[in-house]
């Protein structure tokens, strides 16, 4: 469960501004799609929030509290995970590995009781892997059984985007920021993908923040839909209301002379 | 709409499963099961079959470089730090149980205590020294790191007119390029270590402990933290991983590893000397590690006992020619494939070997040895002393042909090369190498390396590494 606010984030690279002043809450609970062109700042604001850099002004406050500055290990602890637009998989590690690796700070037994192997390191990795199980039953069949012990270098492309989802359910964050996660995937797949989504809120009960590219995902899963071109909020509300906005048109498909040709 | 995951494709997915089958693969699979038993006995049955002082010397060795091997895995295969500085712990290791048992200081701790207060305060050491690994990454922590083997090498090497406040006269530390000779044999539980072969086998207690530990360890959280850190550091710390710390406890784990090891080599050589702890044996721990397999530790136990023990083999004709041998057999059954296609090669090298005696008989009689009369000389040519520069002409043509074979794709054309390749390996073996250990050693061991790592690039029990697919 968690609740996320942006206030006035900005962060520039250099002379370019590319996240200019961003306000943008998600409720508890709520599923809100982050659209755009591309260059247009979606995922460096993932990466603002997760703290892969510091913004250069403004908070970002986690249930109300500020996580701006903190390591990145400790601001997934706190509760946000995340997926990649370029998949991150650990490639060669097995597809349990890939889960258990992300439920580290759920474990209590330290090294030395891991190098002895005491009884309770032992409970501890077979419930470590239990756990990895369970989130990879998520998606059916796809990931269980023999495929557990399989490196994940040999999954298939939409294989390892539902492993990354899994992978960070394992972290027990409640807010998913979800980097375009029906990219690649085929018409089926992604109808899938778009149910999963819903499913993530509704059963399992997690806040998430998505970019999206593609319109039917995005019409199928959000509660508000946040538009940004340049770094800059141009459009916020209900799918269908963004997606009439003449702003958010106009940052698609230009304006009248160069589109009309 | 149909179920989530479950479609044709979920369906189909079990009967594409592949296993291993047949005799070769269920042996494969035993094996693999069982490594560790296999070691252990082949390991306590060792130096009785070996008998002699000398075998049992190279044994310790053997022991020693593998616990480096196992301890640099967990820093370099594991998590992936370059520790170019790795030998440095080892000598501290060795001069800490040389300052505490030995009677340069005039202090004689009992072992136990002397094993672990080293390996605790170069776990500290670690601790401090492995901070640079939280930011640097790769050349750059490798630079720095071999920085601090130089640091210690100095010290050491330094350290033996040091003139101390409220001291008369220049303090001897580490006594300088001379080391520390006189230390104390080990000594625990009231046994006292007389023998090699005593070291020999508390090397092998100690192997045993740490490759359980720290297999224990990789199915933990940390040692899958770790794997994670090298795999992708950022994507490790979005999942909640603390990598920084993670990389430092690897660092100074294997530091107290090599100490560890370290305490055992000062008391089965009983001195430290500076030159023990040079980039040298740097060089042969990687190589253990690199030939094993990176982030395997069956491998790189199997690493250290092949670099440790082969070029030790190699010291005797016989054995050596035991090695020649196996290593062309093996060579051919890794190089010939579909293996049927051996019942062609195999006559065929026989035949080309008594084609070519006939044909050199027939043609220059007064080159060819005919007194030579074992069994291998009655199908491959050998050649009088004085026609020294045919064999040496033929020795690179050698060369040039098994670099064929390794460059060739045809298979036809590779499985001739392969027929020429071993002929002529035969050939100059017998005529020269054999007659010339102290080169032959070398050359072979380096001909071994050379084969096995462009036959597994990744090492020999280790795993194929997959960046990006």
Do not use: C
């Amino acid at each position: 469960m968690a609740t996320l606010e942006l206030s006035g984030l900005t962060k520039r690279f250099g002379g370019l501004l590319v996240v200019d002043s961003l306000d943008l809450t998600v409720a508890e609970g709520e599923i809100v799609s982050l659209i755009g062109p591309n260059g247009a700042g979606k995922t460096t604001v993932f990466n603002l929030i997760s703290g892969v850099f510091a913004p250069d002004e403004g908070d970002i406050l986690l249930d109300g509290s500020s996580i701006v500055g903190l390591p990145r290990h400790e601001i997934a602890r706190r509760g946000v995970a995340r997926t990649f637009q370029t998949l991150r998989v650990f490639l060669n590690m097995t597809v349990a590995e890939n889960v258990i690796a992300a439920e580290y700070a759920s474990g209590k037994v330290g090294a030395v009781r891991s190098f002895f192997g005491t009884p309770a390191a032992r409970a501890e990795a077979a419930r470590m892997r239990a756990v990895a199980e369970e989130r990879l039953r998520f998606f059916g069949e796809r990931l269980i059984g023999y495929r557990l012990d399989q490196p994940a270098y040999s999954l298939s492309y939409a294989n390892r985007r539902r492993l990354e989802i899994a992978r960070a359910m394992a972290t027990g964050a409640g807010l998913l920021l979800l980097d375009e996660p029906a990219a690649g995937m085929n018409p089926a797949e992604t109808q899938e993908i778009t149910r999963l989504i819903g499913e993530l809120r509704d059963d399992a009960g997690y806040t998430i923040l998505v970019i999206e590219h593609d319109m039917h995902v995005v019409e199928g899963i959000s509660d508000r839909v946040v538009a940004l071109d340049h770094g800059v909020k141009i459009a916020e509300g209900s799918f269908e209301d963004v997606a009439a906005d003449p702003a958010v048109i106009e940052a698609y498909l230009g304006t009248g002379g160069a589109a009309t040709k | 709409m149909p179920e989530i995951g479950t479609d044709r494709w979920v369906a189909e997915f079990e009967s594409r499963r592949v296993r291993r089958e047949g005799p070769w693969g269920r042996l494969v699979d035993w094996t693999s099961r069982h490594w560790l038993g296999l070691f252990v006995v082949a390991a306590v049955v060792y130096p009785f079959v070996i008998g002699g002082d000398f075998g049992i010397r190279v044994g310790v060795n053997a022991l020693l470089l593998a616990m480096l091997a196992i301890g640099l895995n967990v820093v370099v295969g594991y998590t992936g730090l370059l520790d170019l500085g790795y030998v440095a712990y080892y000598g501290l290791g060795a001069y800490g149980y040389a300052f505490l048992a030995s009677e340069q200081f005039g202090i004689h701790l009992p072992t136990l205590l002397v094993v672990g207060v080293v390996a605790l305060a170069v776990f500290g050491i670690g601790l401090v020294l492995g901070q640079p690994a939280r930011r640097l990454v790769g050349d750059y922590l490798a630079i720095l790191t071999l920085f601090f083997l130089q640091v210690f090498v100095e010290l050491a090497l330094n350290l033996d007119r040091l003139d101390l406040p409220f001291v008369d006269g220049p303090v001897s530390i580490t006594g300088g390029p001379n080391g520390i000779a006189g230390v104390d044999p080990m000594e625990i539980f009231g046994f006292r270590f007389g023998q090699v072969r005593d070291y020999y086998f508390l090397l092998l207690v100690l192997v045993v402990f740490l490759i359980v530990g720290v297999t224990n360890l990789a199915r933990s959280r940390t040692g899958i933290g770790w794997r994670a850190i090298r795999e992708d550091t950022l994507a490790a710390e979005h999942m909640t991983i603390p990598s920084g710390r993670l990389k430092v406890l690897a660092y100074a784990f294997g530091a107290a590893v090599a100490a560890v090891s370290g305490t055992v080599f000062a008391a089965v050589q009983l001195g430290v000397f500076p030159q023990n702890f040079t980039v040298a044996l740097l060089i042969v721990v990687y190589a253990a590690l690199v030939l094993g397999g990176e982030g395997s530790v069956p491998g790189a136990l199997v690493g250290a006992l092949i670099i440790a023990m082969v070029p030790e083999l190699l010291r005797t004709p016989a054995g050596a020619r035991l090695l020649f041998y196996g290593g062309l057999a093996v060579a051919a059954l890794t190089l010939v494939k579909p293996r049927r296609r051996l019942l062609v090669v195999v006559p065929g090298i026989v035949a080309t070997g008594l084609a070519v005696r006939s044909l050199v008989t027939a043609l220059w009689p007064d080159l060819v040895d005919v007194e030579a009369a074992g069994m291998v000389d009655r199908w491959v040519v050998r050649f009088v002393p004085s026609a020294d520069v045919v064999v040496s002409v033929l020795f690179i043509v050698t060369i040039a042909v098994v670099l064929g074979i390794v460059a060739v794709r045809r298979r036809g054309a590779k499985d001739a090369l392969v027929v020429v390749g071993v002929y002529l390996l035969v050939l100059v073996w017998e005529n020269r190498l054999v007659e010339e250990p102290s080169i032959t050693r070398q050359l072979l061991f380096g001909a071994l390396l050379v084969v096995l790592m462009v036959a597994r690039p990744h090492g020999l029990l280790g795993r194929p590494r997959v960046e990006v697919v």
